[in-house]
C-alpha cells in the first residue's frame, strides 16, 4: 500500500505561483509514477501532470508550459510548481500514484491522496 499526503495549497491571485508537494510512503514508491488531477465543483477529476519510475514528464495541454513536475526519489516526493496560475486552475488537487506509470484516466489510478485546495482569485 501507498500512502500520499499533499501540502502547499492555498489562495493566490491571477499570475501567482504555488508549489504543491505529496509526500510517499508504503511500498516501493521509487519504482511507482506520480501524478496530479484536479477537480473543480461541479465537474469530473481531470488529470493534470505526470512522472513516470525513470522521469518521463506529461502534461495536460491545458496546464503545459506553466506547470512543471518533479520527483525526489531521495525524500520519496513529487511536487508540482504551477506558475501564471489562471482563476480556472481553482480546483482541489490530487496526488496520484501507480505502479511504473500514472494512466490519464483517473478510473485507472490505483493510490490517491486525499487532495489540497487551490483558489486563484481574479
Known amino acids: 500500500q501507498v500512502q500520499l499526503v499533499e501540502s502547499g495549497g492555498g489562495l493566490v491571485q491571477a499570475g501567482g505561483s504555488l508549489r504543491l508537494s505529496c509526500a510517499a510512503s508504503?511500498?516501493?514508491?521509487?519504482?511507482?509514477?506520480m501524478g496530479w488531477f484536479r477537480q473543480a465543483p461541479g465537474k469530473e477529476r481531470e488529470f493534470v501532470a505526470g512522472?513516470?519510475?525513470?522521469?518521463?514528464?506529461y502534461y495536460a495541454d491545458s496546464v503545459k508550459g506553466r506547470f512543471t513536475i518533479s520527483r525526489d526519489n531521495t525524500k520519496s516526493t513529487v511536487y508540482l510548481q504551477m506558475n501564471s496560475l489562471k482563476p480556472e486552475d481553482t480546483a482541489v488537487y490530487y496526488c496520484?500514484?501507480?505502479?511504473?506509470?500514472?494512466?490519464?484516466?483517473?478510473?485507472?489510478?490505483?493510490?490517491w491522496g486525499q487532495g489540497t485546495e487551490v483558489t486563484v482569485s481574479s
Open positions: 496520484a500514484a501507480s505502479p511504473v506509470s500514472v494512466s490519464r484516466n483517473s478510473k485507472e489510478v490505483d493510490y
Open positions: 508504503g511500498g516501493t514508491s521509487q519504482n511507482y509514477g
Open positions: 512522472i513516470n519510475w525513470i522521469g518521463g514528464r
